[in-house]
């Protein structure tokens, strides 16, 4: 087990409780080597941090912002599952960002997801990642994060 | 090998013969212990159900069922590649929702295929999900669902 | 290992250089028997090709070559990580399309990439594959596309 809770306390990373969705799906699920989170938005202590579209409601600082939060609860879904200590690499990460016309820097609102991955996981948090920009998200969140993670056997 | 044949049959649920898609593509794909499938679309014996924006053309409760159909075609790939009893786990699931504007009820939307989820498999079907609003689907679908499931080695 | 790079100089097909994306991610990630690959552009020597929305600034014969670029750029990240004739079969393809209001094209958009994927690996190049339309992809590309890939142990 790498020791991903003691880097976490010395970033001065919290990983909060995650919500757990209504309904016939969970936060994550485990198969073999590897944990699925669900599509996280970026809540704080049950509320939505900067809902409306990126370019329009929603500046790409927030954005940025929002996408670090987004990444944030789905480590903390990977941990209530699995426990963070497990985290071999972060494989993928897949990014919505609800997009006004004409917005088209979904990658530096991901960066705010992706830097979080690299600061707690060094070189065990670079991964593969696909950025897209989306008509409308879940109650008007700007961003949705998905992650795959490989963890101990 | 877990009967969910008998389960399908005392729910009264028929798995449809998958459409084959025109190309080099197919409806699912086996790899290892998993099987992805190709984003499916609500056809009932050919024809595309509920067609349009969500929000807009298409109802809240006639895109529901429509994901449910989705689901349904996508267990119907499944099942025509291994066999439906294979089935160990449904991994994840991944919905596109046709939205109209101002559209962000995606989660109820994909219940509809989440619950059907449920319905079948119990606590195998209980899976990691993204719902996610997007702008066109293919032939004007309202909801395009694909899944990942764990099958037996 | 399969010849695939003589099969490769036969059809005349030359992988390019992949660019290197900027911060915490990069273009291709293996876990286990797997590669991932981030969303690839159309990007020909760095610039970026038929920029804009499908069915408005781009015709759907632009945009399925520029599907084919990105799926070349896509196995490009896959033979710098671990070479193509590693590659056992093309699982997945996921690509979205920028889409102008009332595009339902995506599928034949998407041929591009999965046309190039059956050229290459025959059988071994058949996939499960989702299509969809989105609102606005990173820097106004047209198409981006993603592959999973299944490669020797």
């Known amino acids: ?9 010395s970033l001065g990373i919290v990983l ?10 969970v ?7 590897y944990v699925y989170t669900s599509g996280q938005l970026p809540f ?3 509320r939505l941090t900067a809902p409306g579209k990126v370019g329009d409601d929603v500046t790409l600082e927030q954005a940025n912002a929002a996408a670090r939060l ?3 609860n789905a480590l903390a879904a990977v941990h209530d599952l699995v ?13 919505f960002v609800a997009s006004a016309a004409g917005f088209t820097e979904q990658p530096r609102v991901l960066n705010g997801a992706s830097e979080l991955m690299g600061e707690i996981f060094g ?31």
Do not use: F
């Not at 909060?16 to 799906?25: D, I, L, M, S």
């Not at 426990?83 to 990014?95: M, T, Y």
């Not at 109650?139 to 994060?145: C, K, P, Y």
């Open 123 to 153: 070189e065990a948090g670079v991964h593969a990642r696909s950025a897209v920009g989306v008509a409308e998200l879940p109650l008007g969140s700007s961003v949705e994060v998905e992650i795959i993670v490989e963890v101990q056997g």
């Open 16 to 25: 909060p409780t995650p919500a757990k969705p209504v309904g016939a799906y």
């Open 27 to 33: 936060p994550a699920v485990r198969t073999g080597s």
């Open 70 to 72: 987004a990444g944030l």
């Open 83 to 95: 426990g963070i200590d497990s985290v071999v690499r972060i494989v993928k990460v897949v990014g």
């Open 1 to 9: 087990m790498t020791a991903w809770t003691t880097r976490l306390d």
């Open 44 to 46: 704080v202590e049950g």
